[in-house]
């Protein structure tokens, strides 16, 4: 049971990227899965969230408008879509659940916005 986060990269500012989070030894179904961020230094930074039946998500301030969250059953995948990024959205991207009353986290995922 993990989660595995992929699709992070360097990436010039103004550029876009698409993370993944990919669910494997059980089924998202229907549990909320949200993305956090931590930039070196920093403490960890909540990005959003998409809740079961995904036609409910929310978003950071500091993305709203740029990131969006979506999520396909049959691949049993959440994506961050993130637009218009910028030097201040470099992090290690990872996503949570709560599983069996568990918290799974991936490992996450290296984005880095520079010129």
């Known amino acids: 049971v993990q989660l595995v986060e992929s699709g992070g990269g360097l990436v010039r500012p103004g550029g876009s990227l698409r993370l993944s989070c990919a669910a494997s030894?059980?089924?998202?179904?229907?549990?909320?899965v949200n993305w956090f961020r931590q930039a070196p230094g920093k403490d960890v930074e909540w990005v959003s969230v998409?809740?079961?039946?995904?036609?409910?998500?929310d978003y950071a301030g500091s993305v709203t408008g740029r990131f969006t969250i979506s999520r396909d059953f049959g691949k049993n995948t959440v994506y961050l879509q993130m637009n218009s990024l910028q030097s201040e959205d470099t992090a290690l991207y990872f996503c949570?659940?709560?599983?069996?009353?568990?918290?799974?986290r991936g490992q996450g995922t290296q984005v880095t916005v520079s010129s």
């Open positions: 030894g059980f089924t998202f179904g229907s549990y909320a």
């Open positions: 949570a659940t709560t599983y069996e009353l568990r918290t799974l």
């Open positions: 998409i809740y079961g039946d995904a036609s409910n998500t």
